[in-house]
């Protein structure tokens, strides 16, 4: 089976593609660059006060289902940190926090009982409205400019997909980003300590093939951790979903390749869709990579079968030394940080060429799905504003900035001229202790944060410059370690990010694509999807574990020929169809 990554085999569709209906679209007020500047005490919370004839804003606690960082981790109940404070003071909630978890999620969904901010999956919230457990948003939108005005894509989103036909805000998508801007934190790519890269002799990676070897030397070089257990090349875990579990993140990288669900893809730079017929598609890509690094002794054997808090604890105790994920490696580089600095666990570039355009870039102008919150119907008119208070605070520069690097006023505030700065106090802090930003509650509430971790400031003295301080180059130049200099002098750049962005060959994904994907599907096309999502967790481990080359393509041939017979040509059909109504549908939402 000859596999070239970009091209597609031609097949024939014989079954009729199903339309999807879309939902008309209000428009709202204000335009993508109309962010406000300052915290949300100056707009509409101070206009409430001004209304009221009150000097403090009413005192509220917010009952919030959400989920925790791994990097500072919120623990259940009243929040006292110095973010959560700061919240308080600009918006008059106290959050009172209950970790989601998915079983907790399809109880609530299923008895309509919501918490009174609730993150609730897209598929739920169809019925929920049916049933009256949410409540439309519309009235109150004018206490949140800084969501309202500032993200009106996102508003149009929800109202014209994600309201059962009724045209009302139900739902807010947060992590918003209304234009591109390169992923700079929480990146996936190819993440391996650059010491054990140079001892590798630095070998271009211009196949995946390449990318083995590179990992079998590493493996040689250091075939056991400090305590006596084998190492491994290549690690994953099977409970974030199949596309976790069957594509390495790398592939998604470096080939360009998103999942829409368990069961197609597309092509980032020319939005292709791709099928399980595709010799391409991200899954067979990753399956003889897997095949391979199994046949040269990389593949952790448990790879398929344990969940990610087993394989987390292999990357802590360096059992396993790559990860396509970058945020696995924040304690281990914590670590070497502390140890001194000179090494680092980084990307490290697959080739500059045309089969490797890789994403660098992103924008999701109607906010992530995953992160997708509701309100409930019992809220009472106190509790819709101070809800509202917060929600615009969350999507404010202001907020945005508190929730990633902590309170303004204590860890960041404005200079002269209005620029965004870490304050004297916090970088003498910082030199002493790398942990003060944690300690002052960064990043505990990110599960929260209304604009994405990389999005760009909009106000006018920051325009062009990351929300998160921590990401923009002239913080990155007075920060940098050892092994972050090493890193830009073998690229030829200033700062690491740039390594990827002067790339020639790079991609941007726009996710409000994907969130024009259906939501719920027909019970037919659902049946069948569940009964091949199931089938391929079962038969693509065991086709990876094969002990020939041949048996390898005797087992791909019989599941692309099972695939047929469990009906997935309707399937891919179905999906076909959506994906072409999603771009046309993005089109006119957004004009681009």
């Not at 091209?7 to 024939?12: D, L, M, Q, V, Y």
């Not at 109607?366 to 509790?383: I, L, N, Q, Y």
Request: charged content about 25%; some cysteine; proline content about 4%.
């Amino acid at each position: 089976m000859k596999r070239i990554l970009g091209k597609s085999r031609k097949r024939i569709i014989t079954t009729v593609m199903t339309a999807v209906l879309m939902a008309g679209v209000m428009a709202c007020g204000g335009g993508k660059d109309s962010a406000a500047v300052s915290g949300t005490d100056s707009g509409a919370v101070q206009e409430e006060k001004n209304q009221s004839g009150e000097n403090e804003l009413e005192q509220v606690t917010i009952d919030i289902f959400m989920d925790s960082a791994s990097e500072n981790p919120v623990t259940a109940g009243i929040q006292e940190d110095p973010v959560a404070q700061y919240i308080k003071e600009q918006t008059g909630v106290t959050l009172n926090v209950v970790l989601f978890s998915n079983e907790k999620q399809q109880a609530m969904a299923a008895s309509g009982d919501l918490y009174d901010v609730t993150r609730m999956g897209l598929q739920y919230i169809t019925p929920l409205i049916q049933a009256g457990a949410i409540q439309s948003l519309d009235e109150y939108l004018a206490i949140a400019p800084n969501m309202a005005e500032a993200f009106p894509e996102m508003v149009n989103y929800s109202r014209g997909y994600l309201s059962n036909g009724e045209n009302k805000m139900y739902a807010i998508c947060a992590r918003g980003k209304n234009n591109p801007s390169p992923l700079a934190t929480s990146r996936y790519g190819n993440f391996i300590r650059w010491e054990w890269y140079k001892e590798a002799g630095s070998p271009t990676i211009g196949s995946i093939d390449d990318f083995l070897d590179l990992l079998k030397t590493i493996q040689t070089n250091h075939p056991q951790t400090e305590s006596g257990k084998k190492t491994y090349g290549i690690s994953r875990f099977n409970d974030w979903g199949l596309n976790h579990m069957l594509s390495d993140p790398v592939i998604w990288k470096y080939c360009a390749q998103y999942g829409l669900n368990d069961v197609c893809s597309f092509n980032i730079p020319d939005l292709k869709y791709i099928d399980l017929y595709d010799d391409n598609h991200m899954y067979w890509i990753t399956a003889d990579m897997y095949f391979k690094a199994n046949q040269m002794g990389l593949l952790d054997p448990e790879t398929y079968t344990q969940k990610n808090e087993d394989y987390g604890q292999k990357i802590r105790e360096g059992q396993v030394f790559y990860s396509s994920m970058e945020w696995d490696f924040d304690a281990g580089n914590l670590d070497l940080n502390k140890a001194g600095g000179q090494d680092k666990y980084v990307d490290v570039l697959w080739d500059d060429i045309p089969d490797f355009p890789a994403w660098v870039s992103r924008a999701s102008e109607f906010g992530m799905a995953p992160r997708t919150f509701v309100v409930s119907s019992k809220c009472d008119e106190t509790k819709m504003k101070a809800i509202m208070r917060l929600f615009d605070f969350l999507f404010s520069e202001d907020g945005s900035r508190s929730i990633m690097i902590g309170p303004k006023g204590v860890t960041w505030d404005y200079d002269e001229n209005g620029v965004a700065v870490f304050t004297d106090e916090c970088r003498q802090k910082l030199k002493e202790n790398p942990e003060y930003l944690l300690e002052q509650g960064a990043y505990r509430y990110i599960g929260l944060v209304g604009q994405d971790y990389d999005a760009f400031a909009a106000s006018q003295a920051n325009e062009g410059k990351y929300i998160d301080l921590r990401l923009n180059s002239d913080y990155i130049k007075e920060s940098m370690t050892e092994a972050d200099k090493d890193y830009c002098e073998f690229y030829g750049v200033e700062v690491p990010l740039e390594a990827a962005t002067k790339r020639e060959n790079q991609s941007t994904i726009y996710e409000g694509y994907i969130n024009l994907m259906p939501a719920e599907n027909p019970t037919d096309i659902q049946r069948s999807m569940t009964k091949i999502s199931d089938y391929l967790q079962q038969a693509v481990p065991d086709m990876v574990f094969s002990a020939t080359s041949e048996e390898y393509e005797e087992k791909f041939s019989q599941i692309q020929a099972e695939l047929k017979n469990m009906g997935y040509d309707e399937v891919s059909a179905y999906f076909e169809d959506a994906w072409n109504h999603a771009i046309s549908n993005y089109k006119e939402l957004t004009g681009k």
